[in-house]
Every structure is written in structure tokens, then in C-alpha cells.
């Protein structure tokens, strides 16, 4: 089952950088990374048309308590959230707390292994201070970076599960649990 979750208090460092709550002073680097072509499609979403509609996404990575903003050299560069996974396509964890991490990361920090290093963090704390029994992560089989962090941070494949993405096609999306 999904464990409420709130991390408006939690900031988790990592050789590299800082994976904090999100704040308003944010704006102008998320805006800068989810305007770029390529970044948000693999994750389901398209392009930032504009600032504002940035805003409209930050307000609810605030206001949601379970999205940290990834900084590194004093600028926000991508997301990790902590999200609730379908307990219908889970019935096996029933009796298990758990959730869905989900990511996104400008391209121009791509290739760098700085996403693993961020949700290497995020598992330790998920485990080691929230006590989760599980973890889940997805990608889309079109999202080749996606699946090489996953792999990096030992997450093992269990199923495959049909979604509509936004182009109203369907994509095989790989859900890996990490137990204890």
C-alpha cells in the first residue's frame, strides 16, 4: 500500500548536489529544463509552452510535499518525485508499504550520473527514515536513459504494463520493485 509521505522538511545531500524541496525562487531553472524538446517526453509529458505554465507545475511540486528539486553548482537541473503507484496492479503488496519514484533531468546533465546519484539518495532515505518495504520506478521501453539508471541503481524487472501516453499511443512502461 502507498505510505503518506511528506518531504517539505527533508533535504538529502550527495557527493554533488542537493535534492531539497521546491521553492518559488525556482521558476526560472524549471522553466529552462521543461521548455526543452526531448526532456519531458520519455516521462509522459510534453514540452513547457511558457513560464506560466511552469508555475502551474511548481505550485503543485510545493504544494504536494513528495517532489524534490535536484540542484547542483546553485541551480535546479531536474526532479524526483515520490509518488503513489496503482495498488491495483500490485495486489502482492498489499500488505507492504510502498511508492513510485518518478524523475526528469535537463539534458545538458545528461550522461553524467547524476541521476543515479540522486535517487541512490532518495532510496537510502525512503528505506533507511520513511521504513518502506518497497519501491517502485517505471520508465517508458522507448526511454533508454531511463532504463540505464534504473539498472544502475539495482532496481530488477517484474512486469509490464500498458499505458496511454500523451501522443494517446501505448508504450510497455517496466516497473521495478527494490525490497529490503
Known amino acids: 500500500m502507498n505510505k503518506n509521505i511528506d518531504i517539505s522538511n527533508v533535504i538529502l545531500k550527495t557527493q554533488r548536489m542537493i535534492l531539497r524541496p521546491w521553492k518559488d ?6 522553466y529552462e529544463y521543461a521548455k526543452v524538446d526531448g526532456v519531458g517526453q520519455l516521462a509522459g509529458w510534453t514540452p513547457h509552452k511558457n513560464i506560466e505554465e511552469s508555475k502551474v507545475i511548481l505550485d503543485i511540486f510545493i504544494e504536494g510535499k ?6 547542483y553548482q546553485n541551480k535546479v537541473i531536474g526532479s524526483l518525485g515520490i509518488e503513489c503507484y496503482n495498488e491495483e496492479n500490485y495486489p502482492k503488496f498489499n500488505s ?3 511508492r513510485e519514484i518518478g524523475y ?4 545538458d546533465f545528461w550522461g553524467q550520473d547524476i541521476m543515479p546519484e540522486a535517487v541512490k539518495a532518495v532510496i537510502q532515505y525512503l528505506f533507511e527514515v520513511e521504513n518502506l518495504d518497497f ?3 517505471c520508465h517508458s521501453d522507448r526511454n533508454k536513459q531511463s ?3 534504473v539498472q544502475k541503481c539495482g532496481f530488477k ?4 504494463i ?8 501505448i508504450h510497455s512502461i517496466l516497473y521495478n520493485p527494490s525490497r529490503k
Request: a neutral charge.
Open 104 to 107: 526528469v533531468l535537463s539534458k
Open 157 to 160: 524487472y517484474i512486469k509490464t
Open 66 to 71: 513528495k517532489t524534490f528539486a535536484i540542484e
Open 135 to 137: 519501491i517502485l520506478v
Open 147 to 149: 532504463a540505464r539508471v
Open 25 to 30: 525562487t525556482d521558476l526560472n531553472d524549471f
Open 96 to 98: 507492504f508499504q510502498g
Open 162 to 169: 500498458k499505458y496511454d501516453a500523451i501522443e494517446n499511443s
